[in-house]
């Protein structure tokens, strides 16, 4: 004869409490791994996010002062009046004034002109008033009519078409503590006035050395 004997209740349960415990321990390990990967996942985009921003501030701070001029033509750029301004504390910030191109000119300038045509405008006479052209010759911006800026003082040179029209800027980077963000601010009152360029950086010390060879 067959046999029919069956499972009882008892072992049934026994078979069902085995499965769950596997079942939870490997959705365990999976979850667990999922955070794992998360978590790595973050931390090389912040990797990359942060060299990036490193890469700037290394390229900027490297041209502080490009302009020429620039303190003995304007004295102080919104309010700053050294090339490199550095802030010791926790963390550290540092200012720096550099030119930066923002347009070229769309004709000649002679000298003793005082108006520039320029391929775009973004000057304004608050703070964005500070021109370089051509990297080396700096002019107070007086008044702004569409494309075309006058300047206080007449040029002092000739100036031909599409050459460089640099915007000077005092450029800060600093680290909000209250967001952990690293960010840079050009003081020239665009919204939002702080730029994002890295998240979750706790602290930031910048190494220097002065002419005098403190640091």
Known sequence: MLNKKGMTLVELLIV????????????????????????QDQVIEMQQGLRG???????????????????????????????????????DSITILVADEVARLSQNAPAGTSQLN???????????????????????????????????????????????????????YRIDPNTTNLLRDDHTGQDPEDQILAENVEDMQIRYTLASGRW
């Not at 620039?70 to 309010?79: M, P, R, S």
């Open 16 to 39: 069902l409490v085995v499965c769950s415990i596997l079942m939870a321990a490997m959705f365990g390990s999976f979850i667990n791994q999922q955070k794992s990967y998360a978590i």
């Open 53 to 91: 921003a490193v890469d700037r501030m290394t390229r900027e701070i490297r041209m502080a002062g490009y302009g020429g001029d620039i303190l003995e033509a304007f004295g102080n750029v919104n309010g700053f009046t050294d090339i490199i301004t550095p802030v010791n504390s926790t963390p």
């Open 118 to 172: 320029l391929t775009t405008n973004i000057f304004n006479t608050s703070n964005k008033r500070y021109l370089c052209l051509q990297g080396r010759n700096n002019y107070l911006v007086q008044a702004v009519t569409g494309s075309t800026v006058t300047l206080a003082t007449p040029l002092q040179e000739d100036h031909l078409v599409n050459e460089s029209v640099g915007l000077v800027k005092a450029i800060t």
